[in-house]
């Protein structure tokens, strides 16, 4: 049977079983069904390396889904979230999201895994048919490509194709001013990893041809020691460097990168860094760091941005991340999808979702949009700016045009053969 057939054959069962138990049940048993929990599921990353932005993730739905409940849940139903460690293992986390559909009831999933978990679990909602919210994976093709896109999954989070042309233009007008023409890249070494940084460097050369790559190091996700690839960066003599390591990745090659003076001999961009998972962490954290913003309170610079950090971190005895605004939206996007649809049927929020526009305080105007066409989200604030030692961090962030990043994208999709 194809993985089509299933998924059109759950949803038939689904509503056949529905319809079958409304004929044999009188109206009072009808509202009871009505007012059942709806239990979403969850993987994310709860333990190792990364345990502070899984745990950021849950912090954040939880705050969200409790204001849900208060109001009344979801058009009546209250919502219950089923949270499972996938200790950021991908076969772990599609053994998980299976377990959490097949065994534990749960009618959505959440999906709240890095990129290398991410496409795991899309993979057990393309098998399954169940309504998937990916909040975290930044791979561009997860949704741009459309051999991969499915109608039953759709992102809430950034994605690097966005991130590159922001950064590209960005680091282009720096390079402009600082003559910065030789330039080196260390990322992970997995799809987000290598995604990332082979667009940001192709729209660095976009909006500045002078740029040659010289040294590229790829050191694996969740490497404890980056004494090799460091040396070998700093070996090769560039002027500047781009990096998308993130996490305690990002943080412990800062702090190993400190111990050799890499900061004050190379001009770094580090898209990941205005996050305060990075911020708050590292030892020393360097000066003048390049960073596209990732989550802080002052940018977008609006009272409602701020208001909602001092929640959380009220709440938490910490700031949010970039990981928790990206949940945070996703459960806005089900609560006004809900609403909208008066049901929280996979198949009519998917119908809804499409196209959808919220309020929101992490949208460049003021909202944020789940592009029909691809069903990823656009329109939330991007921009870059540089690091200093303490608060606010990142003092100044300049916004990047949506409108830029539109056309660029388009053009992208096109050579790569997914419009």
Same mark, same amino acid.
């Given at each position: 049977m194809s993985r +089509? +057939?299933? %998924? *059109?054959? #759950?949803?038939? *069962? $689904? !509503?056949?079983a529905a319809t079958g138990a409304a004929a044999t049940l009188f109206a009072p048993n009808i509202v009871t069904a009505q007012s059942k929990k709806i239990r979403i599921g969850m993987p994310t990353i709860l333990s190792g390396r990364v345990a502070q932005l899984g745990t950021s993730s849950r912090n954040a739905v939880m705050m969200e889904v409790e204001k849900i409940n208060a109001a009344g849940g979801l058009v009546g139903r209250e919502v219950e979230m089923v949270i499972r460690d996938s200790k950021g293992q991908p076969q772990e986390a599609a053994r998980v999201a299976r377990e959490l559909v097949n065994s534990d009831g749960c009618e959505i999933l959440y999906d709240a895994e890095a990129s290398s978990g991410g496409f795991a679990v899309h993979e057990v909602a393309k098998d $399954? /048919? *169940?309504l998937c919210i990916h909040t975290n994976s930044e791979t561009s093709s997860l949704t741009a490509d459309p051999k991969? #896109?499915?109608p039953n999954a759709f992102r809430v989070c950034r994605q690097g194709i966005h991130d590159s042309i922001a950064g590209g233009a960005y680091a282009a007008e720096i390079a402009k001013a600082k003559n910065l023409r030789n330039w080196a890249t260390c990322s992970p070494d997995y799809a987000? /990893? #290598?995604d990332s940084t082979q667009t940001f460097m192709e729209y660095l050369k976009h909006f500045y041809p002078e740029a040659e790559l010289k040294t590229e190091a790829w050191p694996k996700l969740f490497q404890p020691d980056y004494t090799e690839v460091i040396t070998k960066v700093i070996q090769a003599r560039p002027q500047a460097l781009y990096t998308c390591l993130? /996490? /305690?990745d990002l943080t412990s090659w800062i702090d190993q990168g400190n111990i050799y003076g890499m900061f004050s001999q190379i001009q770094v961009f580090a898209v990941n860094m205005?996050?305060?998972t990075a911020l708050t962490t590292v030892k020393n954290l360097p000066q003048g760091i390049h960073s596209g913003n990732r989550y802080i309170k002052t940018f977008p610079n609006t009272p409602q941005n701020a208001a909602w950090a001092d929640e %959380? #971190?009220?709440?938490?005895g910490e700031y949010p991340t970039n990981w928790s605004w990206q949940n945070a939206v996703g459960i806005h996007f089900l609560a006004a999808a809900a !609403? +909208?649809?008066n049901s929280v049927d996979g198949t009519k929020l998917e119908e809804v979702l499409r196209g959808l526009t919220i309020e929101s305080p992490f949208g460049t105007d003021g909202t944020v949009t789940i592009r029909a066409e691809d069903q990823t989200i656009v329109n939330y604030a991007i921009g870059w700016g540089t690091t200093i030692p303490q608060e606010p961090y990142v003092p100044e962030v300049k916004a990047i045009s949506w409108e830029t990043i539109f056309e660029l994208e388009t053009e992208w999709k096109k050579r790569n053969n997914y419009l």
């Open positions: +089509k +057939k299933i %998924y *059109v054959d #759950r949803r038939t *069962v $689904l !509503k056949g $399954l /048919g *169940v991969i #896109r499915i987000y /990893g #290598r993130w /996490g /305690g205005a996050d305060y %959380y #971190r009220s709440r938490y !609403k +909208k649809a």
